[in-house]
């Protein structure tokens, strides 16, 4: 599990405890997490009764006779698992993997019993072996990938229209002050204007007649400030649309 690429504790567990319909109590080896909430369950308890007895026998027929009922433990095995109702207990492929570590504990089983992996499939049960199991798990670690790069590119999406959303209230905001701060400084001047012409005249006028003043009388000073509203977003940057499509394909293959 590991040597694919899946980590324990997040991609599957161990001895993980799961109920069926009727509420059974069941422990397969190992639950294995698929994207979307979905499991695949493998048993690793294997027979190897028969299968020792023949590798220590020398005489063929009687090494026949043992991986004969070899098979037929196997197939029993794969009865049982069928008869644990595995597949009522979680949501996923509608089968158990049942593993067998030594290639030759299923090869030589199909060897007497060609027809023994139609038998178990039937029985919703997929031999596998090291190397089938490393295939097996290699691809649900690539769907892993495949899933988590949807996962990042919709939180990505998310995350920047959330930002552009922000960036467009916040220039409104600017836009609206720069037309509240233009509207100021033009009654600013407005005022200014009023002053010069009718107080600092007046004043003048009386300064000119004899009364005296304690500073210099100044006109006061217009201000020619403007206040420049923002540019729009498009001005900025080349804003190209999301593709939202090529994220639910990448959703798509994932699944």
């Known amino acids: 599990l590991e040597t694919s690429g899946l980590r324990a504790g997040y991609h599957y567990e161990v001895q993980h405890t799961v109920h069926d319909d009727s509420g059974n109590r069941l422990i397969p080896d190992f639950v294995v997490r698929l994207p979307g909430k979905d499991y695949l369950l493998v048993d690793a308890k294997f027979p190897m009764a028969a299968y020792s007895r023949a590798e220590e026998m020398e005489d063929p027929a009687a ?14 095995h794969a009865k049982s698992l069928k008869d644990k109702h595995y597949t009522s207990a979680v949501n996923g492929p509608q089968f158990v993997a049942m593993y067998l570590p030594i290639e030759s504990l299923w090869s030589e089983a199909l060897r007497v019993d060609p027809l023994l992996m139609k038998k178990c499939m039937e029985l919703n049960v997929i031999p596998i072996t090291n190397t089938t199991a490393f295939a097996l798990l290699k691809v649900t670690e690539t769907v892993w990938q495949e899933s988590t790069l949807s996962d990042n590119a919709r939180a990505i999406s998310s995350a920047a229209t959330t930002f552009l959303d922000r960036l467009a209230k916040m220039a409104e905001r600017l836009e609206r002050t720069s037309r509240q701060l233009n509207t100021a400084a033009g009654s600013y001047n407005d005022f200014v204007s009023y002053f010069n012409n009718s107080f600092m005249r007046d004043a003048k006028r009386l300064h000119e007649q004899g009364v005296a003043v304690n500073q210099e009388l100044e006109a006061a000073a217009e201000t020619d400030a403007e ?29």
């Open 227 to 255: 206040f420049h509203r923002p540019k729009h977003l498009e001005d900025v940057i080349d804003v190209e649309p999301i593709d939202e499509l090529a994220i639910a394909e990448s959703d798509s293959a994932a699944d």
């Open 63 to 76: 090494r026949n006779r043992e991986l004969a009922l070899h098979a037929q433990e196997v197939l029993k």
